[in-house]
């Protein structure tokens, strides 16, 4: 008895399915078209997210994670939006450049995102 319900639950699910009209539904909300370019920046916001979460995890390095959250927000940043938490810009001068392989960062970071190399504040 319980099978022949579960059966008839089940064909009546398929047959409501296909027998509702696209058109007796009200129509969803039109979502507003989005541009590859919201595009990439709804994935590279997901994936900062991500990035932030495994870091706090301890499964990326620090270089890693500082190396990879940089070329994010400077991806977003070209789409045309900061990231919320975005430290403010850094002045012209207060880059970072690495001693060890030359690699030069806007912003001042501790370590070096290209090599790990502990860094220096350059003056
Ligand atoms: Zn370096």
């Known amino acids: 008895m319980i099978t022949l319900a579960a059966v008839l639950l089940a064909v009546g699910a ?5 027998a509702v009209r696209p058109a007796d ?3 969803p909300a039109p979502v507003p078209a989005r541009t590859p370019q919201q595009e990439r920046l709804a994935a590279l ?3 900062l997210r991500d990035l932030e979460f495994e870091f706090r995890l301890g499964k990326l390095s ?4 500082q190396k ?4 994010m927000e400077r ?6 939006k900061r990231p919320e938490e975005a430290p403010p810009p850094a002045a012209p001068d207060a880059g970072t450049v690495c001693l060890r392989c030359g690699a030069r960062f806007a912003a001042p970071l ?7 190399q502990p860094m ?4």
Do not use: I, K, P, S
């Not at 991806?75 to 045309?80: N, R, V």
């Not at 501790?110 to 790990?116: D, P, S």
């Not at 220096?120 to 003056?123: I, L």
């Open 68 to 71: 990879t959250r940089q070329e």
């Open 14 to 18: 398929v047959v409501y399915a296909l």
């Open 110 to 116: 501790r370590f070096c995102g290209e090599c790990g």
């Open 75 to 80: 991806e977003m940043a070209e789409l045309g």
């Open 25 to 27: 539904v009200a129509a």
């Open 45 to 47: 916001e997901e994936g």
């Open 62 to 65: 620090e270089a890693d994670y």
């Open 120 to 123: 220096q504040r350059e003056t």
